[in-house]
């Protein structure tokens, strides 16, 4: 099981915050780089953040101060707390893993924020 696999999407009002989680196969967790992407409906996919295999960060300016990501690497798996959120923020959230010329997507999770 290459495929990332995420989850803790769901619904959640406005100001409020969630964590998502993304599992990938160990075999390539320790060395590639993992990244969210978000899409929402009408809307082309969107970078969101990204964490090297090093642990180093970069955010999209939209959830920066917002969002932190982080990777623990016993677990084999990343966290994307998301907090203050905003119906903005409203989109199928994917976990993407790649580096040293593999390239895998999850399948995507649902985040509602109600206004």
């Known amino acids: 099981q290459v495929q990332p696999v995420e989850s803790g999407g769901g619904l959640v009002q406005a100001g409020g915050s969630l964590r998502l989680s993304c599992a990938a196969s160990g075999s390539i967790f320790s060395r590639n780089a993992m990244a969210w992407y978000r899409q929402a409906p009408g809307k082309q996919r969107e970078f969101v953040a990204h964490i090297t295999s090093g642990g180093s960060t970069n955010y999209a300016d939209s959830v920066k101060g917002r969002f932190t990501l982080s990777r623990d690497n016993a677990k084999n798996t990343v966290y994307l707390q998301m907090n203050s959120l905003k119906p903005d923020d409203t989109a199928v959230y994917y976990c993407?893993?790649?580096?040293?010329?593999?390239?895998?997507w999850g399948q995507g999770t649902q985040v509602t924020v109600s206004s």
């Open positions: 993407r893993t790649y580096g040293m010329g593999s390239d895998y």
